[in-house]
T-cell receptor, first 109, second 114 residues
Framework: GQNIDQPTEMTATEGAIVQINCTYQTSGFNGLFWYQQHAGEAPTFLSYNVLDGLEEKGRFSSFLSRSKGYSYLLLKELQMKDSASYLCAVRDSNYQLIWGAGTKLIIKP | TAGITQAPTSQILAAGRSMTLRCTQDMRHNAMYWYRQDLGLGLRLIHYSNTAGTTGKGEVPDGYSVSRANTDDFPLTLASAVPSQTSVYFC?????????????FGPGTRLTVL
């Protein structure tokens, strides 16, 4: 079966750095997405990786290793507004997105 | 631009009743999707449409139907609601046919079936 694994919850301190990991086993791979979802709101797009390596976008970076079935989202200079759930999703061989259950990130002052 | 709108925002429905969740996008996206989101689970695809006039089944299609009469609208119908359909429903759209093909989400409909 297809599976996306992420930690359920993480806690970090304002101003610090946090890394959210995602491992996947899917039938085929056509890209990996990270989304942010604040409580009670819709998911919003953060990043897309299809080739191995690091993609940097401001305070957020996303890394992909296709051979290891692994990605991480790195958030730097954490702000209180970064408290949210972070969803990892992989596009499979049918070009459908398979979603992880999300990682709830709690930022403490 | 409004992006994607969904209606209603929330609804309480008696079991056995029917209901249509509405979704409209103004981005002229080809592809549209319906997901449900339940606590502790990832988003699960119910139905999708790659272009107007076509629809397909996702991971959890039973008890739901969709239509795509035009580019902008993609309604989801529950013919006879059951309590297990209590969930938050998100509609999404994407350009389709490109490698990045990012999905953009509506605000969601919170449905409770009693």
């Amino acid at each position: 079966g297809q599976n996306i694994d992420q930690p359920t919850e993480m806690t970090a301190t304002e101003g610090a750095i946090v890394q959210i990991n995602c491992t996947y086993q899917t039938s085929g791979f056509n890209g990996l997405f990270w989304y942010q979802q604040h409580a009670g709101e819709a998911p919003t797009f953060l990043s897309y990786n299809v080739l191995d390596g690091l993609e940097e976008k401001g305070r957020f970076s996303s890394f992909l290793s296709r051979s290891k079935g692994y990605s991480y989202l790195l958030l730097k200079e954490l702000q209180m507004k970064d408290s949210a759930s972070y969803l990892c999703a992989v596009r499979d061989s049918n070009y459908q997105l398979i979603w992880g259950a999300g990682t709830k990130l709690i930022i403490k002052p | 631009t409004a992006g994607i709108t969904q209606a209603p925002t929330s609804q309480i429905l008696a079991a056995g009743r029917s209901m249509t969740l509405r979704c409209t996008q103004d981005m002229r996206h080809n592809a549209m999707y319906w997901y449900r989101q339940d606590l502790g689970l990832g988003l699960r695809l119910i139905h999708y449409s790659n272009t107007a006039g076509t629809t397909g089944k996702g991971e959890v299609p039973d008890g739901y139907s969709v239509s795509r009469a035009n580019t902008d609208d993609f309604p989801l119908t529950l013919a006879s609601a059951v309590p297990s359909q209590t969930s938050v429903y998100f509609c999404a759209s994407s350009e389709g046919g490109i490698s990045t093909d990012t999905q953009y989400f509506g605000p969601g409909t919170r449905l409770t079936v009693l």
